[in-house]
């Protein structure tokens, strides 16, 4: 079983920033892929960032230029990076994880619980 803990939410104020983290736990495996992905009631969850296990990254169109994601592949975490925050940043932030148990090569997918992220004007 793997759990994905994301923190660092909060609220701040447009054009201030925030540090997300999400750690991964559980049983012995390998992250083949991070990404971060937000969602505001009523919408499609989006993808704001991610980043590959070699260090390849990609970002929403909104976010390019004010965001960066990285990854410790030691701690088996990622982060998410945000300057510039605007209110239409506001959002239910989720980790996601692609990733592949050692012992049966088996992929999969996890998300984690989400952290809210507001932005006021």
């Known amino acids: 079983q793997v759990q994905l803990v994301e923190s660092g939410g909060g609220l701040v104020q447009a054009g201030g920033s925030l540090r997300l983290s999400c750690k991964a736990s559980?049983?012995?495996?390998?992250?083949?892929?991070f990404a971060w992905y937000r969602q505001v009631p009523g919408n499609q969850r989006e993808l704001v960032a991610a980043v590959s296990s070699g260090g390849m990254t990609n970002y929403g169109d909104s976010v390019k230029g004010r965001f960066t994601i990285s990854r410790d592949n030691t701690k088996k975490m990622v982060y998410l990076q945000m300057n510039s925050l605007k209110p239409e940043d506001t959002a239910v932030y989720y980790c996601?994880?692609?990733?592949?148990?050692?012992?049966?090569?088996?992929?999969?997918?996890?998300w984690g619980q989400g952290t809210q992220v507001t932005v006021s004007s």
């Open positions: 996601k994880a692609d990733l592949t148990y050692s012992s049966s090569g088996s992929t999969f997918r996890y």
């Open positions: 559980g049983s012995t495996f390998s992250i083949n892929d």
